[in-house]
């Protein structure tokens, strides 16, 4: 496992977060969008265990179902999308402890980042997040970096001293584009019928010579 891959990284300018509203912004929420299935994570110390972060808002202070690190308080979470996103936000809790994630390296549509190469890959974005949380917190991010994103990797290298971290929850707000049908691919006729491609001698008549 690598320890804390971050040198020379800029975070992000605002550092700006806010309490997520009651209502959940239900006009640009993702909830649902995510390809629940489909997401992964490593090294949590629990397998499947990142599937359970994705709650409902009315659930979202329920410390009873987490993903935690494991080896260390690194994680690398993989969110896949089930259309096209214009993403504008992230919330995300680790309740108020030590074990809440510090920072979030986050890259769009990099679908194969591993603890191998994410060291030394160049984040989409990168946000500050905030200690002592009660709620979760908004963090918006820069709508013109993730304009076409199919899915989301999320690392999180470092927490605020704790051995382990800890996520309870973690949701997305932006503009939602289903997928576009695949094209119809038309099967054209590869061997001729021989019927359709009479020869020239089988249609003309043949008259004796007098």
Request: with cysteine.
């Amino acid at each position: 496992m690598s320890g804390h891959c971050c040198h020379g990284e800029a975070a992000d300018d605002g550092h700006g977060h806010g309490h997520a509203e009651a209502d959940t912004g239900a006009q640009d929420s993702l909830f649902g969008k995510v390809d629940v299935d489909k997401a992964w994570c490593l090294n949590e110390a629990t397998a499947g265990s990142v599937k359970t972060i994705f709650k409902p808002w009315a659930d979202r202070l329920d410390t009873t179902q987490l993903v935690q690190s494991d080896a260390d308080e690194e994680l690398i979470i993989h969110v896949p999308f089930t259309g096209m996103v214009k993403l504008k936000s992230l919330l995300v809790w680790g309740g108020a402890g030590p074990s809440a994630p510090s920072r979030l390296r986050i890259f769009a549509n990099r679908d194969s980042l591993d603890f191998d190469s994410i060291g030394d890959a160049a984040p989409t974005q990168v946000v500050e997040l905030a200690s002592g949380l009660r709620e979760p917190a908004e963090y918006p991010v820069r709508a013109a970096k993730f304009g076409s994103t199919r899915s989301l990797t999320l690392h999180v290298p470092e927490n605020f001293g704790s051995e382990h971290t800890s996520v309870y929850f973690m949701a997305f707000r932006g503009e939602w584009t289903p997928p576009k049908e695949a094209p119809v691919v038309s099967v054209y006729e590869l061997t001729p019928n021989a019927a359709d491609h009479k020869a020239p001698d089988q249609t003309l008549s043949h008259h004796p010579i007098s």
